[in-house]
Each structure stands twice: as structure tokens, then as C-alpha cells.
């Protein structure tokens, strides 16, 4: 089975500083992607996803990820984070028929 | 109104009471699923419906058991609750074609004391 890791667990930025969130899935052939994000004390919901093409994914709120098959990963990216970016970040990957999610990355953004 | 909603959202509750967690869904989707979130652990699955007559167990669904009474409704049972279950539980739903979007509802707390 299908499954992801993301190595970083807790991420402290400040304002403007550029973000890079980890994923990392276990195995090739193709893969569907995606990253979720729960801000505080809400429901997740999809930030971008990864099905096939071009492997630069652009999503909501100015977030981005690339797939880089070589390296089995699927990063998030952001060049400029604001305090409203604080939330909990997690990478899924689409295992048949359903989503298996990594343990996620807590990213805190101070003023 | 949500789209997902879960009751209770909180419950405090004892070792060994029968405990259960309703979904309800007016997205007209067939796929529902119920997931556990745990801090450092992330999401994890516990059962999944394809439909009424078709469920099935996730990775951790041991201490649990659903019910899928309706096509809008999914609800999750704990036999007989242990605090390990304390935990933030979401129901999700998604297409019949699945794409790996699942749309989530607001959660439910439960502290098993």
C-alpha cells in the first residue's frame, strides 16, 4: 500500500519568510497527490492536487507544489507566508480508493 | 449550513459506555469514510462506505463498528469506549469516482476519562 511521509513536524516562520513543507511517497507507477491544510480549530480541505502533466501544481492562496518523480516527493511551497498561513499542513496520496495522509507539518508564522 | 455535519462535536464520556458519532452529508455524494486525527499521528482511517450495502474497514478500525443507514448518513460506534480513543474524529464524503478529494466535516472531540 500507498504512503507518505513529511519529516517536518513543526515549522516556526516569520512574516515574508518563503516556505518549503516535505512529502515524500513510498512508491512509483502513477501517483495521485495532494496537499491539505486545517487551519485552527477547522475542517481540512484541499489546498492543490497532483493527478498528471505538469508536474508544478499551483493551488489556493498562492501555494504551490512540484512532483519530482526521481526523488519520490511532492513539496509545498510558498515565497512569502502570512500570519493567516498558520495551520496544519498534510500531504495525502491516493491509495485505490482511498486517502492515506501523513502525520502532517504544524506551521506556525509570526508577525 | 455545512455540508458535512457531524454531532456531537464534543463529548466527555467513561471507560466502557457505547458512544456513538453521527454524519450526516447533503452533498449527494456515495463515499463516506471516518478518519481519526492524533497529534503527530495525522488522519487515519477508520472505515469507508461505498454505498449502503458496501463498507468497509480502514487501517484502524479495530474497537469500532459503523452504520450506514441512508446514502446521507454514516455514523461511527464505540462499543465500549477506552481512553486511547480520545481523539478528534472526521467524517468525509467524495464522489463515486473517486479523485481523491474528500470534503470533510467539522469534527467531532472525544475524551474517553
Known amino acids: 500500500a500507498q504512503s507518505v511521509s513529511q519529516h517536518n513536524h513543526h515549522v516556526i516562520l516569520s512574516e515574508a519568510a518563503s516556505l518549503e513543507l516535505g512529502c515524500n511517497y513510498s512508491?512509483?507507477?502513477?501517483?495521485?497527490l495532494f496537499w491539505y491544510v486545517q487551519y485552527p480549530g477547522q475542517h481540512l480541505q484541499l489546498l492543490l492536487k497532483?493527478?498528471?502533466?505538469?508536474?508544478l501544481v499551483k493551488g489556493i492562496k498562492g501555494f504551490e507544489a512540484e512532483f519530482i518523480k526521481s526523488k519520490f516527493s511532492f513539496n509545498l511551497r510558498k515565497p512569502s507566508v502570512q500570519w493567516s498561513d498558520t495551520a496544519e499542513y498534510f500531504c495525502?496520496?491516493?491509495?485505490?480508493?482511498?486517502?492515506?495522509f501523513g502525520t502532517g507539518t504544524r506551521l506556525q508564522v509570526f508577525p | 449550513d455545512a455540508d458535512v455535519t457531524q454531532t456531537p462535536r464534543n463529548r466527555i464520556t467513561k471507560t466502557g459506555k457505547r458512544i456513538m458519532l453521527e454524519c450526516s452529508q447533503t452533498k449527494g455524494h456515495d463515499r463516506m469514510y471516518w478518519y481519526r486525527q492524533d497529534p503527530g499521528l495525522g488522519l487515519r482511517l477508520i472505515y469507508y462506505s461505498f454505498d449502503v450495502k458496501d463498507i468497509n474497514k480502514g487501517e484502524i478500525s479495530d474497537g469500532y463498528s459503523v452504520s450506514r443507514q441512508a446514502q446521507a448518513k454514516f455514523s461511527l460506534s464505540l462499543e465500549s469506549a477506552i481512553p486511547n480513543q480520545t481523539a478528534l474524529y472526521f467524517c468525509?464524503?467524495?464522489?463515486?469516482?473517486?479523485?481523491?478529494?474528500?470534503?470533510f466535516g467539522e469534527g467531532s472531540r472525544l475524551t474517553v476519562l
Open positions: 497532483y493527478f498528471s502533466g505538469d508536474p
Open positions: 468525509a464524503t467524495s464522489e463515486a469516482g473517486f479523485t481523491g478529494e474528500l470534503f
Open positions: 512508491y512509483g507507477g502513477t501517483v495521485n
Open positions: 495525502a496520496v491516493k491509495d485505490t480508493d482511498k486517502l492515506i
